[in-house]
T-cell receptor, first 117, second 113 residues
Framework: DAGVIQSPRHEVTEMGQEVTLRCKPI?????LFWYRQTMMRGLELLIY????????DSGMPEDRFSAKMPNASFSTLKIQPSEPRDSAVYFC???????????????FGPGTRLLVL | KQEVTQIPAALSVPEGENLVLNCSFT??????LQWFRQDPGKGLTSLLL?????REQTSGRLNASLDKSSGRSTLYIAASQPGDSATYLC????????????FGTGTSLTVIP
């Protein structure tokens, strides 16, 4: 398996532009997570899905952020309009639940490094 | 809400030394705790996962312990090597419902050759 795939790996955009981050989870995993990592706040959970359904979006900072999971193999995180304070590394992770010892771990993608000018 | 703290924030040791990284959490009602490694510019890689009923887990030179009642976990690295240089994060899963983790801010480890 190729692991969790994220695109793009780097994104530089100007304030006010729309940004779309993409994630392909590991095949067969039924949970998908979006995180944001900054020096100031560390790793923060933004939203997670179970079987393509959003379960908890309490970490989404503002209405400018939205996430979708149209099918089991694809998810997007959209920021519209983007602001400089959105600059961070955004990680996607996937996992299984209750399927055996050790398999509840989350597998992380390489991240998307976003810079909003 | 669960709060996870890691001390120290940074650690520098000479090669070959044994070391301990600390993680503390505020709510002892956890389902499991996991230690991750993050290399610069990369995602997180799981090292060890300890279920709430377990006291420790070992993998090679790594040993993680869990004391739920005191809200603490330690990651012991034996005979450190330069390749161990990375940021180590602990994450706590609070309960059976859902599968979310609360992460600490990490300890940045540098092993000096």
């Amino acid at each position: 398996d190729a692991g969790v795939i994220q695109s793009p790996r780097h994104e530089v955009t100007e304030m006010g532009q729309e940004v779309t981050l993409r994630c392909k989870p590991i095949s067969g995993h039924d949970y998908l997570f979006w995180y944001r990592q900054t020096m100031m706040r560390g790793l923060e959970l933004l939203i997670y899905f179970n079987n393509n359904v959003p379960i908890d979006d309490s970490g989404m900072p503002e209405d400018r952020f939205s996430a979708k999971m149209p099918n089991a193999s694809f998810s997007t995180l959209k920021i519209q309009p983007s602001e400089p304070r959105d600059s961070a590394v955004y990680f996607c992770a996937s996992s299984l639940l209750y399927s055996g010892q050790g398999s509840e771990t989350q597998y992380f993608g390489p991240g998307t490094r976003l810079l909003v000018l | 809400k669960q709060e996870v703290t890691q001390i120290p924030a940074a650690l520098s040791v000479p090669e070959g030394e044994n070391l301990v990284l600390n993680c503390s959490f505020t709510d002892s009602a956890i389902y499991n705790l996991q230690w991750f490694r993050q290399d610069p510019g990369k995602g997180l890689t799981s090292l060890l996962l300890i279920q709430s009923s377990q006291r420790e887990q070992t993998s090679g030179r790594l040993n993680a312990s869990l004391d739920k009642s005191s809200g603490r976990s330690t990651l012991y690295i034996a005979a450190s090597q330069p390749g161990d240089s990375a940021t180590y994060l602990c994450a706590v899963r609070p309960g059976h419902t859902g599968n979310q983790f609360y992460f600490g801010t990490g300890t940045s480890l540098t092993v000096i050759p």
